[in-house]
């Protein structure tokens, strides 16, 4: 670790985690969007497989602040209706987190997604791990982290489903 | 074996295709036996299967693993630069060869008595082979070749014995759009890959995808994206071919990133065409995602669909970016104007469980001709390739003898 992390910051971090879980347990896409900084954000969900051999293509690219408000309308608009529902429940362990500068942390965690389908039983969605580049933001009493960036790498080299929801 | 099925098939008598042309029974969609009588007739007979893209194996060495039914392919670039695809089992007691979906190697070893295979399949060693057989010769132990052709780097296979040459089995009609839809010459880049599965007869996957229904996506009405003129047009062995001309959508103001859909590409009268190549292999170019889907029929209730995405050698690295964005969030597993399809194909395996029949509508004209001349948005465009699909299963139609 190239700086200490504060307690400040670890707990503004560990909020921003279960912020996180919380909006997509929820299916609350607006929550979703809200864990990433407002101006300049992106996400990405991609294989291990692309990781792991650099092939850039994603199951989710959104590479800018305007490509995650247009995922949260077409889950919540354009899908709506059109889909199998599923409850998610995600599972998340922090594996690293060192400051990257400038009220910038780099973290890595893993997580696991439960999925049960409506009318159906509970099974794993996938595994994998979250990639995080995360911005403190506020100080004092004020102080929350948001995503600059989160790329959510997948292990399932093939899925059981089609999908709606980010990981 | 599902619990919804109807009947057991025996596969002995055939089953009774109803009169009328418009009409699929749904019991061909639910039956474990009828899978495995698939799997012989059609996946292990006279047919091509699409495998992969030479651009999935650029370099010497390369190489990916893949299933045509339950039999598992070696797909790998040899030292000639030439790609092969094998039976993925050491010649000698069958040991799976290769566990990994890709990679590159020097040579194939297989590590239960470590025969060890070149990259053009030949046996270089077996240790001990003083004390093998009287007859064994080295020679005649090399990993066996499934029959493979290639049209512009798209691989295909077939384990039948009367199967037709590849281009007369894919038709000249069907020539010029796969043509179009491979970059025009094949030289493509391998961009990476959405893999799934689903809950669906391979029969349901394939009868919903590429064929287009323009009022399940909201998406289009909300972007305000009209389909341009084309035609749809089939051949006789069950191939479905596609185009459009690209009327590239504003977004109407819907979107916040309406870049995600421009148009960068130079043949807008070619911007959206579709190859589907009988049994189960859609292939489309639209707008800038050139995408072919690499398809396995798992069981008789589960299809794999590795999404596989490229860009051509040729490309600016801006149109190289502006690719690898759209095809990541178009028209895969989690597409913005695909997840539909995607549940349609599990939704419709589902309602495929009851009697009775799958109706189709849209464009029939006669109720005992075949058609063949359909309009662009016509699901008749399906009814060659059923009834390609019932002749080559041997089922009889209603009051035929
Ligand atoms: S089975 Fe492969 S070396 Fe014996
Ligand atoms: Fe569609």
Redesign the pocket.
């Given at each position: 670790m190239s700086q200490a992390v504060t307690a400040a910051h670890t707990s503004a971090i560990d909020a921003l985690h279960t912020a996180y879980v919380a909006a997509l347990d929820q299916g609350d896409m607006a929550a979703w969007a809200a864990t990433f900084a407002s101006n300049e954000a992106s996400y990405f969900c991609i294989s291990a497989e692309n990781d792991r051999r650099g092939l850039p293509l994603a199951l989710m690219y959104d590479d800018c602040r305007g490509r995650i408000d247009d995922r949260v309308s077409f889950v919540t608009k354009v899908w709506a209706g059109t889909y199998q529902p599923y409850r998610t429940r995600h599972f998340i362990q922090r594996l690293s987190c060192e400051s990257a500068g400038n009220n910038q942390y780099r973290a890595t965690s893993g997580f696991m997604i439960m999925m049960t389908p409506e009318g159906g039983a509970t099974t794993i969605l996938t595994s994998g791990e979250y990639r995080d580049l995360i911005d403190i933001q506020g100080e004092g009493d004020k102080v929350r982290a948001v995503f600059r960036e989160r790329r959510a790498v997948y292990d399932a080299d093939v899925l059981p489903r089609y999908i709606v929801f980010p990981f | 074996m599902s619990a919804h099925s109807t009947h057991a098939y025996t596969g002995e008598a055939p089953k009774v295709w109803p009169a009328k042309v418009n009409q699929i029974p749904k019991e061909i969609f639910g039956d474990a036996a009828l899978f495995e009588e698939e799997l012989k007739k059609i996946f292990y007979g006279d047919t091509w299967h699409v495998v992969g893209h030479t651009a999935e194996v650029p370099n010497i060495g390369d190489f990916k693993t893949f299933d045509l039914g339950r039999v598992p392919l070696l797909i790998a670039r040899g030292k000639d630069n030439q790609v092969r695809v094998f039976f993925n089992s050491?010649t000698?007691?069958?040991?799976q060869?290769e566990t990994s979906v890709s990679g590159n190697r020097k040579e194939f070893e297989?590590p239960?008595?470590?025969?060890l295979f070149s990259l053009d399949g030949t046996l270089a060693a077996?240790p001990g082979s003083k004390e093998f057989a009287p007859d064994f010769k080295q020679e005649n132990f090399g990993l066996v070749e499934v029959k493979t052709d290639q049209y512009l780097g798209l691989i295909l296979v077939t384990m039948g014995k009367n199967t037709p040459p590849l281009k007369e089995w894919l038709g000249e009609s069907a020539l010029p759009t796969l043509t179009a839809l491979l970059g025009g010459d094949g030289r493509l880049k391998l961009l990476g890959y959405q893999k799934v599965r689903y809950a669906s007869n391979w029969k349901g996957y394939n009868d919903n995808d590429g064929y287009h229904a323009p009022l399940l996506h909201t998406g289009f009405r909300l972007l305000n994206w009209q389909g341009g003129k084309g035609f749809q047009r089939m051949t006789e062995n069950g191939h479905v071919i596609f185009e459009a001309e690209l009327k590239p959508a504003t977004g109407n103001g819907f979107l916040k990133d309406p870049s995600l859909i421009a148009f960068k590409g130079s043949n807008p009268e070619r911007g959206s065409v579709i190859t589907q190549l009988f049994p189960m292999t859609v292939m489309t170019k639209h707008m800038d995602v050139i995408n072919l889907r690499f398809a396995i029929a798992r069981s008789h209730e589960v299809t794999e669909v590795h999404y596989a995405y490229f860009a051509h050698e040729d490309d600016s690295e801006e149109l190289v970016q502006h690719r690898i964005r759209q095809s990541s969030n178009l028209l895969g597993p989690c597409g913005m104007v695909s997840m539909e399809d995607a549940a349609i194909f599990q939704r419709i395996h589902i309602g495929n469980q009851t009697p009775g029949f799958a109706e189709f509508q849209k464009g029939v004209t006669s109720l005992t001709e075949i058609p063949t001349d359909v309009k662009q948005n016509d699901e008749t465009g399906n009814l060659p390739r059923w009834e390609h699909y019932r002749k080559v299963m041997g089922f009889k139609r209603e009051g035929e003898q």
């Open positions: - | 050491c000698h007691r069958g040991n060869l297989c239960y008595h470590r025969w077996c």
